[in-house]
């Protein structure tokens, strides 16, 4: 039996086939209508706030802009362990400047979120913090203040308001130069000169310290200053430092701000948690501690001898003073000394982390100033701190090495050695360590191959700076004394690759793998230097 159609049925079925699309089209623009209100809901620009700090995406950003003077943005990743340490110190600086009648406010950034955002501004650590004024969106300040509330709230006050107090009578800046252990004053005939205007921006960027400005002749007079010189009042050391302005070349805002640093500094700096910030933000490379009992008499005879040879090396050398038996306990370790060695003294260069110390701990003046020379002029050779051979250094698969065992071990001509460099203190070095333990114990009958561990913070290597941990270092058989870092995977597959290819990985397996990045050694302080952004690789 044949299929037939009625006429009706035939005009019914291409009437759907031709509308089908049409309903599809119009399902379709639904689906799109209600998307597109989906994410008008998603962009609206309005400022939403979490514990007085603004939430701000891509949306709202230019609103928040507009509506806010001065706004201190943090860009900043959930992650990263810098910006778990900042959040408390923002969120109580947000409170405190809400309130504050000056319009500051201070907002957050989703860097992993807002990458927009984060291209825009040239965020590639977190966490990161820019100043935007009045609206400008194009020339953002960096932050430059103390990473606590107290630091946060002090800089954007000095940003907000006039950086420098105008000083009018003798009574009045006799008070203000008195008020606290350091200030700065302006002399010039001229406020509205090139010169003042300057001063106004190193003030404006050194909030750390009080600024004064006066263009009165009278308090020329009772300053006996020439005008256009800026002078720094101290209540320690010289109590006065002048800084007389170039004729024809007028104000170095360079110079001032380096001249302001280094005389804010007391000539022996004594080291304590509140003072650490000072001695790393010197940013003087070369210090040199006294290791001494404020406890014992003796020890604090010394100090004056080491105080008088200070004066010479001012920008050259720090002096630092080290209580064992105080805070400065804590920076032993450091230098592989123990608090009955005190006193004694130690040169430090902070760039290239080599310790200097004199044959024999003589506290002189002359021979103070004349050690610190000595290092500065190449004369002395670093001292490498190395801990004694342990008994047994040899007796498991993975071997302890010292300094005083490495040369022995890393060049033997007839063995490939591959060594950790590692800090006890290192999360990252306590996660790798088994899979370490793992290799050695593979290794462990092999004739040529040794798997090896050194602690880089009691033991120093000549020619060999560690700059993070763990480091990994692969030292070739054979007498041209090659070292190889080793900067791929950290797991045995990948690591016996290596070794068994002879310190090099195939081809296949050198491929782009991003391993974690190294943690970085600690300060002389024991802690990490809290204002360096932290990476996404340092998961």
């Known amino acids: 039996m044949g299929y037939s159609k009625s006429p009706l049925l035939v005009v019914l079925l291409l009437s759907l086939a031709w509308l089908a699309p049409t309903w599809g089209e119009d399902k379709d623009a639904q689906v799109e209508e209600g998307v597109v209100e989906e994410e008008e809901d998603v962009v609206s620009d309005e400022l939403l706030e979490e514990e007085d700090v603004l939430v701000l995406h891509q949306h709202n950003f230019e609103r928040a802009l507009h509506e806010h003077r001065l706004l201190l943005v943090e860009f900043y990743a959930p992650w990263c362990g810098h910006c778990q340490a900042l959040a408390p110190e923002f969120t109580r600086a947000a409170g405190i400047l809400k309130n504050d009648s000056m319009g500051l406010r201070l907002a957050k950034v989703d860097a992993t979120e807002e990458v927009d955002l984060s291209a825009e501004f040239g965020v590639t650590g977190y966490p990161v913090l820019k100043l935007f004024r009045d609206g400008n969106r194009t020339h953002p300040i960096d932050f430059t203040g103390q990473r606590d509330a107290e630091g946060i709230v002090r800089w954007m006050r000095r940003k907000a308001g006039p950086s420098a107090e105008l000083l009018q009578d003798e009574a009045s800046a006799q008070k203000f130069i008195t008020s606290q252990d350091v200030i700065v004053v302006g002399f010039f005939k001229d406020l509205q000169s090139k010169a003042a205007q300057g001063f106004y921006e190193v003030a404006s960027d050194t909030v750390d310290v009080t600024f004064g400005v006066s263009n009165r002749t009278e308090l020329f007079q009772k300053y006996s200053v020439t005008p256009d010189t800026v002078c720094l009042f101290k209540k320690f050391d010289e109590k006065r430092v002048d800084f007389p302005l170039d004729a024809e070349l007028g104000l170095n805002k360079e110079e001032l701000s380096r001249f302001i640093v280094l005389h804010s500094l007391e000539l022996v700096m004594e080291f304590t948690s509140q003072n650490s910030p000072k001695i790393f933000g010197a940013k003087i490379l070369n210090h040199l501690l006294l290791f001494i009992n404020k406890t014992l008499e003796p ?83 670093p001292h490498l701190m190395s801990e004694e051979v342990p008994e047994d250094w040899d007796k498991h698969p993975v071997k302890v090495l010292v300094g005083k065992n490495f040369e022995q071990v890393a060049y033997d001509e007839t063995k490939n050695v591959f060594v950790k460099f590692y800090a006890p203190w290192c999360t990252h070095c306590k996660e790798m360590a088994p899979v370490w333990e793992e290799l050695g114990e593979k290794y462990k009958d092999h004739e040529n191959i040794i798997i090896a561990k050194l602690d880089a913070t009691a033991n120093e290597i000549m020619n060999l700076t560690i700059h993070g941990y763990p480091t990994l270092h692969y030292f070739p058989a054979g007498p041209d004394r090659k070292m190889i870092e080793y900067k791929s995977a950290r797991d045995l597959e990948t690591f016996s690759k290596f070794l068994e290819n002879g310190g090099t990985l195939p081809a296949e397996d050198t491929q782009p793998v991003v391993p974690e990045s190294p943690e970085e050694p600690k300060d002389t302080n024991g802690t990490r230097p809290a204002d360096a952004p932290e990476s996404r690789d340092e998961l």
Not at 302 to 315: E, K, Q, T, V, Y
Not at 365 to 372: E, I, R
Request: aromatic share 10%; charged share 20%.
């Open 299 to 381: 020890h604090l005879e010394i100090l004056g001898s080491f105080r008088a040879a200070a004066p010479l090396f001012r920008g050259q050398v720090l002096f630092v003073l080290i209580d064992v038996n105080g805070e400065g306990a804590q920076v032993l370790q450091y230098f592989g000394l123990k608090s009955h060695e005190a006193p004694t003294l130690r040169f430090i260069n902070t760039e290239t982390n080599k310790k200097y110390r004199m044959a024999t701990d003589e506290f002189t003046t002359q021979a103070v100033g004349s050690f610190a020379q000595a290092v500065l002029d190449g004369k002395i050779q």
